[in-house]
T-cell receptor, first 112, second 113 residues
Framework: GNSVTQMEGPVTLSEEAFLTINCTYT??????LFWYVQYPGEGLQLLLK?????DKGSNKGFEATYRKETTSFHLEKGSVQVSDSAVYFC???????????FGKGTRLSVIA | EAGVTQSPTHLIKTRGQQATLRCSPI?????VYWYQQALGLGLQFLLW???????NRGNFPPRFSGRQFPNYSSELNVNALELEDSALYLC????????????FGSGTRLTVV
């Protein structure tokens, strides 16, 4: 079945550091890939998505590229801020007719 | 536009009791998804309702059930509560089958004592 594997957290960075959160997946066919973010006490918000190989999703300075050859969708940001502290979830779906499958989440803490 | 609303925010129940959680989707959304977020386990898919029908079910025992009403709001029922049912239950809605855009509510924190 479909599955998503994320790097274990927590990840602690200083402000303005470079961020990478690794995500790899197992799926049949050509899934669509997503990153969601969960701020403390809130639900999940869609951060970015990519629906086909080599697509790059981007939002709020975050980027992720759909790499079919390595089945990966790593999240990156060049300069993190304290306000980026949250839990980040990688997710996939094979189609809009199947529910999203999520990774376990990676907690990011950014210190000033 | 109102987002996805869930009630109650917090719920404390005793082992063996039943819990009912509610979700109102975004206006115009016909699909509702329920996820369980237990500590350290990420989001586990529970149930998906669309147009009043159950479309898909995750790997959970039958004591987890639900329904969707004609106005597309939804209810999740958990019977015979166990301690390990303590978790954050998240509801999401989308515009229906074929839609990738999920909008999540803030969740109901269920504590079983």
């Amino acid at each position: 079945g479909n599955s998503v594997t994320q790097m274990e957290g927590p990840v602690t960075l200083s402000e303005e550091a470079f961020l990478t959160i690794n995500c790899t997946y197992t799926a049949t066919g050509y899934p669509s890939l997503f990153w969601y973010v969960q701020y403390p006490g809130e639900g999940l918000q869609l951060l970015l998505k990519a629906t086909k190989a080599d697509d790059k999703g981007s939002n709020k300075g975050f980027e992720a590229t759909y790499r079919k050859e390595t089945t990966s969708f790593h999240l990156e940001k060049g300069s993190v801020q304290v306000s980026d502290s949250a839990v980040y979830f990688c997710a996939l779906t094979n189609s809009g007719n199947t529910p999203l499958v999520f990774g376990k989440g990676t907690r990011l803490s950014v210190i000033a | 536009e109102a987002g996805v609303t869930q009630s109650p925010t917090h719920l404390i129940k005793t082992r063996g009791q039943q819990a009912t959680l509610r979700c109102s989707p975004i206006s115009g959304h016909t699909s509702v998804y329920w996820y369980q977020q237990a500590l350290g386990l990420g989001l586990q898919f529970l149930l998906w309702y669309d147009e009043g029908e159950e479309r898909n079910r995750g790997n959970f025992p039958p004591r987890f059930s639900g329904r969707q009403f004609p106005n597309y709001s939804s209810e999740l029922n958990v019977n015979a509560l166990e301690l390990e049912d303590s978790a954050l239950y998240l509801c999401a809605s989308s515009a229906g089958q074929g839609s990738y855009g999920y909008t999540f509510g803030s969740g109901t924190r269920l504590t079983v004592v």
